[in-house]
Structure formats: C-alpha cells, structure tokens
C-alpha cells in the first residue's frame, strides 16, 4: 500500500508563508502526478495546484496563482507546495494526491479531476488567522 503524509501546515499571519511537504514512504515518486488539493469546513474540496510525473508542467488554481509554487525534490521522494502572501481565504486542510502515469501522453499533463488520484494523504492543516 503506497503511503505518503503531509507536513508542515500551521497558524501564520496575513501575509506570511509555509512551505507544505508531500512525502513518499518506501517508495519514490518519479513516476507520479503530484495535486494538492485543500478543503475548507463547509465547502467542496478544491484543486490548488499540480505536477505532472515528468516535471514539465505544473498548473495552478487562479486564486493562488503567483502566490504558491509547486516543485519535486531531485531524490523524487517530496513534492513541496511553497505559499506565500497568505490570506484568511487560504485557511483549510491540505492534502496531497497521487496519481500513478509511467508513460503515455499523461506524463506531461495534470489538472483537478480528483478520481484520477488513486492515493490521498491525511491532510495537514493550514490557519491564516491574525
């Protein structure tokens, strides 16, 4: 069973930054689509931002658009999710999915259709709060 958790949420001010980690246990993630979606109490879960499995596209959602970044770690083993100029409306838990794609066309896509992720982490939660 593929396992992975999330890290590094907490409380920060308006304006302040966390980095979010995705990590692999037992196994890497180099041939994986990586999303972080995030859900806030009441409201549907939300796509935040993708990678695809070989790293030459990442999409993002427009409300976090030039605000949050996404990237792999060379060891393939982590996938961060750097969020800066936080907001009170960035306030949820995070998770992160996975989406196994070794070849074909998909290798280069990805996008916010949350059955395509066949594996889900925990969540880690995300307060923006003064």
């Known amino acids: 069973q593929l396992q992975f958790e999330e890290s590094g949420g907490g409380l920060v001010q308006p304006g302040g930054s966390l980095r979010l980690s995705c990590t692999a246990s037992g196994f890497t993630l180099d041939y994986y689509t990586i999303a972080w979606f995030r859900q806030a109490p009441g409201k549907e879960r939300e796509g935040v931002s993708c990678i695809s499995s070989t790293d030459d596209n990442t999409y993002y959602a427009d409300s976090v658009k030039g605000r949050f970044t996404i990237s792999r770690d060379n060891a393939k083993i982590t996938v961060y999710l750097q969020m800066n100029s936080l907001k009170p409306e960035d306030t949820a838990v995070y998770y992160c999915?996975?989406?196994?794609?070794?070849?074909?066309?998909?290798?280069?896509?990805?996008?916010?259709?949350?059955?395509?992720?066949?594996?889900w982490g925990q969540g880690t939660q995300v307060t923006v709060s003064s």
């Open positions: 999915a996975a989406a196994y794609r070794p070849g074909g066309s998909y290798q280069h896509t990805c996008g916010f259709v949350r059955r395509v992720y066949a594996y």
